[in-house]
Nanobody
Framework: QVQLVESGGGLVQPGGSLRLSCAAP????????AGWFRQAPGKEREGVSC???????YYKDSVKGRFTISRDNAENTVYLQMNSLKFEDTAVYYC?????????????????????WGQGTQVTVSS
């Protein structure tokens, strides 16, 4: 059973920054897309950002210019740098690994294209 492991969440004031990490013990991100999803209380899980094996990236409109996704293939780790955080960014953030074509770059990641998930890490933006 593949279990991705997120870290880096926490409590931050508006305007602050956090860097989420996603490690994959026993699993290789090679040739897989990686995505970050989030779920706020009472809302559906939504795709925030993704990066394909080939380097295509996607960002939800509300995070463009503030969030940056990256992958370190040597370290088998995916990151989400989140800057200028807002109250509405508060959610549980999930890392996921999907098929090679699960991040075409012009469309949001879809949960059913991602087969391996982490347990989630809480991000709370509060003053």
């Amino acid at each position: 059973q593949v279990q991705l492991v997120e870290s880096g969440g926490g409590l931050v004031q508006p305007g602050g920054s956090l860097r989420l990490s996603c490690a994959a013990p026993g699993f290789s991100f090679d040739y897989h897309s990686a995505g970050w999803f989030r779920q706020a209380p009472g809302k559906e899980r939504e795709g925030v950002s993704c990066i394909s094996w080939y380097g295509n990236t996607y960002y939800k409109d509300s995070v463009k210019g503030r969030f940056t996704i990256s992958r370190d293939n040597a370290e088998n780790t995916v990151y989400l740098q989140m800057n200028s955080l807002k109250f509405e960014d508060t959610a549980v953030y999930y890392c996921a690994a999907g098929t090679t074509h699960a991040c075409p770059g012009n469309l949001p990641p879809r949960t059913h294209d991602y087969h391996y998930w982490g347990q989630g890490t809480q991000v709370t933006v509060s003053s």
